[in-house]
């Protein structure tokens, strides 16, 4: 990285004045930035980016450089998660509404410079070097009033210059007090308001969803290794997220809190070399149908039911009976071990669990159980 865009990424992580990293995050909060960030990294990919630096816990939560060795831009993200209700115009801003004079209370009130958006801001405009621009990201939507009568609530991402004209008049006067931008021209499109639609119980399900559609372009037959691919790169990123000591070198910034295109790449390629569970499990059924332990047409049934498990379970579809019938696979594959013959383990299974599961066809409980086995044989889960 060249000496002047590195030293002003160092200058600006450092200014404590600023950067707003750590916070108050429970664990989902954490779990939602990181699911958040290797979401992003896929959809850069797939829009064509050939090279990225993610910086974790660097200025904002996530600082995202379009280049490691010659980067010309900079994106910030605050990136947060709330359960409860979506952000208004004084939550983001600290502001009252145009019009309206602020509450008088016992205490000084909180000023734009101490809100999620002046931060944002005051960081972005202590860029020369580097085009920087800004993200708000959360799993609520913003209601913040648009021009011809939208909302940023139920849109995916708008910038601010298209808010409605009293506040954005509003926003570009106390936008010119921060820290910085006295100097250069306010510019409100610089922060966009993005919605990161996701289930904040179960995110990293819709993680996995995304890159088996992004596998399924790019790596049809790895496409049913999604969850193993997701999980790698959240135990990558986990570590860079919850370091919070103070960096000294740009180095060690890159060392410590970053995660790069090659690294993304090289995951991808490592998932070549996991075990394919399509290409055991056909294994699997050959055998057993040359040992009569299934016949000619339920081997294709089989096949076919195997199949839609896997896209049923990236499209995170529940199913009272499968759930029932998986949680007596998982015991009775606790309780039992594969160590000489393939048709004696399976036609035991079929004879102590398949009878308790009326309701459910044959081909779909051995495709159950047989994929179930061939993860834990393989430790693919």
């Not at 004045?17 to 699911?35: D, L, P, S, Y």
């Not at 290794?225 to 960096?247: G, I």
């Not at 096949?303 to 896209?311: N, P, S």
Request: charged share 25%.
């Amino acid at each position: 990285m060249e000496n002047k865009q590195a030293s002003e990424i160092l200058q600006v992580a450092t200014n404590k004045a600023i950067a707003e990293t750590g916070g108050g995050h429970n664990q989902k909060g954490i779990e939602f930035q990181r699911v958040w960030a290797v979401y992003r990294m896929f959809t850069l990919v797939d829009s064509g980016a050939k090279d990225f630096l993610f910086l974790f816990e660097v200025i904002q939560d996530v600082a995202v450089l379009d280049s490691v060795e010659s980067p010309t831009q900079i994106c910030l993200y605050q990136v947060k998660k709330d359960d409860r209700k979506e952000w208004t115009w004084a939550r983001l801003t600290n502001l009252p509404e145009p019009g309206k004079k602020r509450r008088v209370t016992k205490n000084k009130p909180a000023e734009i410079n101490d809100s999620p958006i002046g931060k944002l801001y005051s960081s972005i405009v202590e860029f020369s070097n580097l085009k920087s621009s800004g993200a708000f990201v959360s799993n609520r939507g913003c209601d913040l009033k648009l021009t011809g009568g939208r909302n940023a609530a139920t849109s995916v991402s708008s910038d601010l210059s298209q808010l409605e004209a009293t506040y954005l008049a509003q926003l570009t006067t106390e936008l010119k007090t921060l820290h910085g931008a006295c100097t250069l021209p306010v510019d409100p499109s610089l922060i966009h308001i993005e919605k990161f639609d996701i289930s904040t119980t179960t995110p990293i399900d819709h993680l996995i969803g995304v890159v088996a559609k992004f596998l399924n372009k790019r790596s049809p037959k790895h496409a049913g290794q999604a969850e193993s691919l997701v999980n790698a790169l959240l135990m990558k990123v986990a570590p860079l997220s919850a370091k919070t000591d103070a960096c000294s070198t740009i180095e060690e910034i890159c060392k410590e809190r970053g995660y790069s295109y090659k690294e993304f790449v090289l995951a991808l390629r490592d998932l070549e070399s996991l075990p394919d569970v399509e290409v055991l499990l056909d294994g699997w059924l050959v055998e057993l149908l040359n040992k009569g332990a299934i016949t000619f047409m339920e081997k294709p049934a089989i096949t076919v039911a195997a199949a839609k498990i896997a896209r049923l379970k990236l499209l995170d579809h529940d199913d009272p009976l499968v759930d029932s019938l998986l949680l007596d696979v998982n015991n009775w594959l606790d309780r039992n071990e594969l160590e000489y013959s393939l048709v004696d383990f399976f036609s035991k299974a079929r004879k102590e669990i398949a009878s308790a599961h009326p309701e459910i066809r044959f081909p779909e409980f051995a495709a159950h159980f047989l994929v179930r086995a061939l993860e834990k044989c393989v430790d693919l889960s």
